[in-house]
């Protein structure tokens, strides 16, 4: 068994929301950055991290669609899920006032998700790699007309002042996080009311209504399937891989018997995850 590393993989740069996301989650481990998802995905394989920490989907821009290419491809489970609000903080060199800045940097996304606040001050946007690397660029430019958009965690990290807080235009910004391990930890129910997640991919058989056929014991045993996305294969249109999110644990009854008639419709069938919900997810059992 390999040796634990104590470290939590993302990508990004320090300071990113996905590094904001290990610290809520992890506080007692510490954050490995990586440039590319293929690169958290690899530390955790070769057993320089324990953990990852993986945007799967956002409220506002929707699937992050690399992670649903690289996850069937991977020897990785998912072990967890973590839902983050996104906000991001107008930050500039300590001292800096409003007026003086001309330009702004973020990360494409962010600029258009506080698209109200650029237009309002006829500032110039300039797209960067990500959030937390407009932050370190503005530090590093030493330019009192430079800006940045980022989480709060990179303005300390890189010495800025937030001169406003929250400027994103939409208040209803969340990313949803998936944790990954090496390791198989298929979580156990620990209570009848426990919210529990599921997450399988499958591929059906070549044959008229198989799609139909496939999902309908999810329907006839009252399993609450809260996504689902279909994925070409091999650049052909007639072979599909299908990703599917339920509530619900392979040991209950009423999922092992829809997960039978899945099978039985399916070329293949691959669970990658069974895990306990977030308590941000809506369903989750009210606190007494």
Known sequence: MAKATNRIAYQGEPGANSDTACRDMFPDMEPLP?????????????????LAMIPIENTLAGRVADIHYLLPRSKLHIVGEYFLPIHFQ????????????????????????????????????????DTAG?????????????????PRLAAELYGLDIIEENVEDADNN???????????KIAPRTSAVDLMVTTFIFQVRNIPAALYKALGGFATNGINMTKLESYQLG???????????????PDDANVKLAL??????SREVRVLGVY????????YPAKS
């Not at 590319?36 to 057993?47: I, L, N, P, Q, R």
């Not at 969340?174 to 198989?184: A, C, M, Q």
Request: aromatic residues 8%; charged residues 30%.
């Open 34 to 50: 990586c440039p590319t998802f293929e690169d958290a995905f690899v530390a955790v394989e070769k057993g320089r991290a324990d």
């Open 90 to 129: 107008l930050m500039v060199l300590p001292g800096v006032k409003k007026k003086e800045i001309t330009t702004v940097h973020s990360h494409v996304h962010a600029l258009g998700q506080c698209r109200n606040l650029v237009r309002e001050n006829r500032w110039k946007p300039i797209i960067a790699g």
């Open 134 to 150: 407009a932050a370190r660029l503005v530090r590093d430019m030493q330019d009192r007309t430079q800006a940045a958009l980022s």
């Open 174 to 184: 969340v990313t949803r996080f998936v944790i990954l391990s090496k390791e198989k």
């Open 235 to 249: 650049g052909k249109f007639v072979s599909t891989l299908f990703y599917a999110d339920i509530e619900g644990h």
């Open 260 to 265: 039978e008639e899945l099978s039985f419709f």
């Open 276 to 283: 306990h919900a977030h308590e941000a997810r809506e369903g």
